[in-house]
């Protein structure tokens, strides 16, 4: 390079420095796609169009060619539905890639919806780091240094219920493996999805290196959720060290793998299909109350275990199809579906402590609209806007009284307050 290119370089260099500091100091474009794509607005001519600006403005803003004046900035904000501050800090992204399910079939709009989701989920997560511990994560390494390519089905079965000897699940039904899932140290957050292509997505965090789950909740049932978060527990396990080019390109054996231990997770092999009375739709329908798993995910585990042959499996699917079980099988509203809850008891411990009020969170911690955090951190809607009330004093009794028993009480999730330096 010659001194006269040399200085030109310079010169376009410092120019194009020059123009970025033209608006609001230290916007941050990458802000504003991920804002954009939180809200479904498919294109920046769609944007200048809501914000009555043209779209070349739009465009230098999202490119880093130029920041928003303070004016443009504040009217980005109201119409994304964000705190101004929000387009002043740096995306949570991570560096690992994000495992969407059925990635090959699904837009590109509701992918960036997603992957934005995702970033708010480590965002908040990482908020609430600073006032609570979590658990910590208990994730071994199964897979040793060895490629998710090298795995054997038979790998991956052994891998299922190590896993679940080393988290003392036992090999019957497990009833809520998204509670597991918060055990076990990941942080799970759950919203809709807006289409039936997206079920769930896994993402790994940069900072502290712990998975990030996200779940759909469109159209759930309580055998669908349970999948859904033994397949996401599948990729956090299997896939950790996967490449984006890795994912782009293996991503049908990925998928495969990883359905393959959520079945084999959820349906053990020695213990559940002993059990199973006969091969028909109304045997499968009979261990679908005890296993909580769909009689769909049954045929699929039985022909994945070469127990029924493939011409009796396409029989049961004929026969599943014929019968409308593919739009909704008996049984799957008559449980509740499971919902995460560390986060959602995190934000109330902070709160309820006194450690921080639901304000200080909004106006100092959190830069997204409240009804975004509600919605991923499983709040009740309007929580933030609520006001939490007098509290009334009470105190246990010292001891149960003679002849009765306590209550059974659910899996509970322990928090610590973090000391403050």
């Not at 900072?207 to 469109?218: G, K, N, Y």
């Not at 859904?228 to 490449?243: M, Q, R, T, Y």
């Not at 009689?295 to 994945?304: E, N, P, S, T, Y």
Request: charged letters at 30%; hydrophobic letters at 35%; one cysteine or more.
């Amino acid at each position: 390079m010659t001194k006269k290119t040399a200085r030109h370089s310079w010169c376009d260099k410092h120019r194009r420095e020059r123009m970025m500091r033209v608006g609001t100091p230290g916007f941050v474009p990458e802000r504003l796609v991920e804002a954009r794509a939180a809200r479904r607005i498919q294109s920046m001519k769609e944007l200048a169009r809501i914000l009555g600006v043209n779209p070349s403005s739009v465009s230098r803003w999202e490119t880093g060619k130029q920041a928003p004046e303070a004016e443009a900035l504040s009217e980005l904000a109201k119409a994304l539905r964000v705190r101004r501050e929000f387009f002043l800090r740096p995306v949570f992204d991570s560096s690992r890639p994000m495992f969407y399910r059925k990635l090959a079939s699904t837009l590109k709009r509701d992918r960036e919806y997603q992957k934005s989701q995702v970033n708010w989920l480590h965002e908040i997560s990482d908020v609430l780091q600073h006032y609570v511990d979590y658990p910590e994560l208990d994730i071994p390494d199964m897979l040793g240094g060895s490629s998710y390519k090298q795995l054997r089905d038979e790998d991956i079965e052994d891998i299922a219920g190590d896993l679940r000897t080393h988290w003392q699940l036992g090999q019957g039904p497990c009833t809520n493996v998204v509670a597991v899932l918060e055990k076990i140290g990941c942080v799970v957050g759950s919203i809709e999805m807006g289409t039936s292509k997206l079920d769930g997505v896994c993402s790994w965090s940069k900072a502290e290196d712990r998975p990030h789950i996200l779940l759909a909740s469109d159209k759930m049932n309580l055998p669908r959720r349970q999948m859904d978060a033994a397949h996401e527990l599948g990729h956090a396990v299997l896939h950790k060290g996967v490449s984006a080019g890795s994912l782009r390109d293996d991503l049908k054996e990925i998928e495969r793998q990883a359905f393959r231990f959520a079945s084999a997770f959820l349906m053990p092999q020695t213990t559940y299909v002993p059990e199973v009375p006969n091969f028909s739709l109304a045997g499968l329908l009979s261990l679908k109350e005890r296993w909580r798993v769909s009689v769909k995910a049954q045929i699929k585990r039985l022909l994945d275990l070469e127990i029924i042959p493939p011409d009796h499996g396409t029989q049961l699917y004929k026969t599943y199809s014929a019968k409308g079980w593919s739009r909704q099988e008996p049984m799957d509203r008559e449980w509740a579906v499971t919902k995460p809850r560390m986060l959602r008891d995190a934000l109330y411990l902070i709160v309820d402590s006194g450690t921080r009020t639901k304000e200080d969170l909004l106006s100092v911690e959190f830069t997204m609209h409240p009804g975004d955090i509600e919605n991923i951190a499983n709040l009740p809607s309007g929580w933030f806007t609520k006001n939490t009330g007098d509290v009334v004093p009470l105190t246990l009794k010292p001891a149960t009284p003679r002849g009765t028993e306590p209550p059974a009480g659910g899996s509970v999730i322990s928090f610590f307050r973090r000391e403050q330096p």
